[in-house]
C-alpha cells in the first residue's frame, strides 16, 4: 500500500447460535505509517487503484494460505471481503481465478452496497461469481438492497446486519 498508510488485518470470529466459532471474517484497518491514527477503511478503499485493491486483496490471501492448516483441521470458513474490482479481476483473468479456488475454506463477502446487487442472477457477473466461489452476504437488513440476489440463490450464507436485528427486537 502506499507511504502514507498501512494495512493490519484482524479475524473477527463469526460464531452460530449456539455461540460455536464456524469461521472468521479478515477485517482491515489502515492507520498512518507511525501508528498514531486510524484512517477509515471505507476512506481508504474508496482511493484505491485496481491495482492496489488486488495487492490487498493478494495480501489477505496470503495471511489465510498461511494459516491453511488450522482452517482444513478445525472445519472453519474465512470470509473475505470482495471489492468490485477485484471481482472484476478474478472474472477476467484466470490466473487470479485459479488461486483462489485451491482454498475451499474461503468464501467472498460482499455488502448491500455492491454494484447491482438487486439485479440478482440477471447480473451476469455476479452469477458468474456465485457459480465459481462461495459468496455471502454480510448485511442483510442494511436497507441498501432488494431479496432479489437471495432469492435467487447466489448466496451460501447471509448474515444479517446488527441493526437490522436490533431493531426487530425492539
Known amino acids: 500500500m502506499e507511504n502514507l498508510y498501512h ?3 484482524y479475524f473477527l470470529p463469526i460464531r452460530d447460535n449456539q455461540q460455536l466459532l464456524v469461521g472468521v471474517e479478515l477485517i482491515t484497518h489502515f492507520s498512518s505509517e507511525d501508528g498514531t491514527v486510524r484512517i477509515p477503511t471505507s476512506r481508504v478503499i474508496a482511493q484505491l487503484t ?10 489477505q490471501l496470503e495471511l489465510l494460505k498461511s494459516c491453511q492448516h488450522f482452517f482444513i483441521q478445525h472445519k472453519l470458513f474465512a470470509w473475505l471481503n470482495l471489492t468490485p474490482q477485484v471481482a472484476t479481476l478474478l472474472l477476467d483473468r484466470d490466473n487470479y481465478a485459479g488461486e483462489l479456488l485451491k482454498y ?3 468464501e467472498l463477502l460482499i455488502n448491500e452496497n455492491y454494484p447491482h446487487l438487486n439485479e440478482g442472477k440477471d447480473n451476469r457477473d455476479l452469477l458468474s461469481l456465485s457459480q465459481m466461489y462461495p459468496l455471502v452476504l454480510g448485511n442483510l437488513g442494511a436497507g441498501n438492497s432488494t431479496m432479489k440476489a437471495v432469492f435467487d440463490g447466489l448466496f451460501t ?4 446486519e446488527k441493526g437490522f436485528i436490533q431493531q426487530q427486537i425492539r
Open 50 to 59: 485496481e491495482e492496489q485493491h488486488w495487492q490487498l486483496f493478494s495480501e
Open 104 to 106: 475451499p475454506f474461503i
Open 7 to 9: 494495512s493490519d488485518c
Open 157 to 160: 450464507r447471509v448474515m444479517l
